[in-house]
C-alpha cells in the first residue's frame, strides 16, 4: 500500500496543529501532534513531584506509563493510561516546563520510535519540531512554518482567552521566545528547519491560505495516490 507523510515543524503557536488537523481531514489520514506526547510526560513528571532535570527519573516514569494518541473528529486526544489529559497537557505549568523535558536523549529516542512506527502503517501530517530533520527524514512533504513572535503570542492569547485559560500577552511573549530559545539550542535534534523543507512565514496569512499552500505542494503526491 502507498503512503504519504507530511511533516509539519516550527516554532511555538507558528499554526502547525491547526493546519495539521485541515490537511488531516481534507485527505482522510491521520494527524499525530507530536507534542501532546511531550507534554503528556511533563504533566505526570509534575504530577509525581520528579525533578525535571532528572533524565533517569524521567525515564522511569516514562516506561511506567502508556501514552496514547487517539483520532477524533477534532483531531487528536491524548491519554495517560486510561485518562484523557487533552486539555490538562495545554495548560500553563506545562507549557513552561516541557523544554526541560523534551531536551532528555532517552526521553527523545523513545517518542521517536512510538512515532516513527505510527508513521509505517499509515498517512500522517504530523507535527512538532523535529519531524522534517530527524523523525521523517524522508517525509514526502517538509514544511517549516514560522510567524513574527508577536503574532505568535497574541495567536496564543487568542486561543487561551477562548478555551478559559489564563494569560498575559507579554508573559506569553516572553514564554514563547525562551521556550524557542531552548528548543533551538539542545543537543538532541534540536528545532531546526530541515534542508528539504519548505518554508512558510505565516504572519500574514489566515489558516486557510496556509492550509491550501500546503496542499499545492501536496498535490503531486495526493494525485499519485489517488486520495481526492
Ligand atoms: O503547540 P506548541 O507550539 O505550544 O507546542 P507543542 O507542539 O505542543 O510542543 C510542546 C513542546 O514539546 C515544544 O516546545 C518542545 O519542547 C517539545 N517538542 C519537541 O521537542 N519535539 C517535537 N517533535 C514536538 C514537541
Ligand atoms: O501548533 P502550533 O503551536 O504551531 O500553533 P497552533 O496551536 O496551530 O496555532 C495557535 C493559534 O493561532 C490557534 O488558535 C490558531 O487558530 C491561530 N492561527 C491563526 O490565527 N492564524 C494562522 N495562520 C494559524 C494559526
Known sequence: MELISIAIDGPAAAGK???AK???KKLG???VDTGAMYRALTY???QENIDLEDEKAVMEILNKIDIRLAQDK?????FINEKDVTEAVRYPDVTASVSVIAKHPLVR???VAAQQELAQDNSVVMDGRDIGSHVLPDADVKIFLIASVTERAKRRFEENRQ???PADLHTLEKEIEKRDELDSTREASPLVKAEDAVELDTTSLSIDDVTNKILEICQPFIEKLGIR
Open 22 to 24: 485541515q490537511i488531516a
Open 44 to 46: 505526570q513528571t509534575l
Open 109 to 111: 529516542k523513545k517518542m
Open 29 to 31: 489520514i491521520i494527524y
Open 163 to 165: 478555551k478559559g485559560i
Open 17 to 19: 496543529s491547526t493546519v
Open 74 to 78: 477534532e483531531g487528536q486526544r491524548v
